[in-house]
């Protein structure tokens, strides 16, 4: 778990909205107060650092540069808790969780279009990572393993995805990541399917309702969307042409 003990209120303030922002796990405590057990890594201020006597690591924030200093933090963190784990639930917009060991160092929700590069950017300089996907939303999820430059592993997502309350938006994909990061999968190099007559329609039905002109792509472009070959706009594209 990562620690601030800090006297500098700028760092802190700075320091603990960019964890909150990121929903990393974390803890506070003044300087003089003893370390929770579960203390992997520790952030303070130049001043505070000395008067702090630990053998956990500890990175020294600079007033002004909180995403540093957080960015320093989570490096470091990866390398006390384990093996670092990237989670994907597929779908039009993903839920990505990584962890190291049982920590959760950083999630997101986003468009698919950014779901390679939100990975990449996570496992890059990491030693030895582990990308898990899950077996559903099977087009979107031959898109983002065609799109990652890394072995991923295929997991039944069979129940991980979790009960959500009102007003949690988005997060129910975020802890079904969690989930399938937790699950060992099967390993792929990629993932080819033919799609059936239902998956075809949800494609045709989504052209519909994104063309200003309620237009409906054919079989043939339906099935070059499905194969990742071309986007949806670019489906409706080449059917306007």
Do not use: W
Request: proline share 4%; glycine share 8%; charged share 30%.
């Amino acid at each position: 778990m990562i620690v601030v003990a800090t006297s500098d209120f700028e760092v802190y303030h700075g320091v603990v909205n960019e964890l909150r922002d990121r929903d990393v796990e974390f803890t506070t405590v003044e300087p003089t107060e003893d370390l929770p057990e579960t203390t992997s890594v520790i952030i303070t201020d130049a001043e505070t650092r000395h008067s702090i006597d630990t053998e956990c690591e500890t990175v020294t924030a600079t007033p002004g540069e909180p995403r540093r200093t957080v960015e320093a933090a989570l490096a470091l963190l990866r390398d006390a808790g384990g093996r670092l784990v990237v989670g994907i639930d597929p779908g039009i917009e993903p839920g990505i969780a990584v962890l190291a060991g049982e920590i959760i160092v950083s999630a997101y929700h986003v468009p698919l279009s950014e779901a390679a590069e939100t990975v990449h950017g996570e496992i890059e300089g990491v030693t030895d990572p582990i990308v898990r996907i899950g077996d559903g939303a099977r087009i979107e999820a031959a898109r983002i393993v065609d799109e990652l430059d890394v072995s991923v592993e295929l997991v039944d997502e069979t129940g991980t995805t979790p009960y959500v309350g009102t007003g949690a938006r988005g997060m129910g994909d975020v802890l079904a990541a969690v989930n399938i990061a937790r699950i060992e999968g099967e390993q792929i190099d990629g993932r080819e399917f033919e799609p059936t007559d239902g998956e075809l329609q949800v494609i045709k039905n989504r052209s519909r309702e994104r063309s200003e002109q309620n237009r409906t792509i054919d079989e043939a472009l339906a099935r070059r969307v499905a194969s990742g070959e071309l986007t949806l706009d670019e489906a409706l594209e080449e059917h306007r042409k």
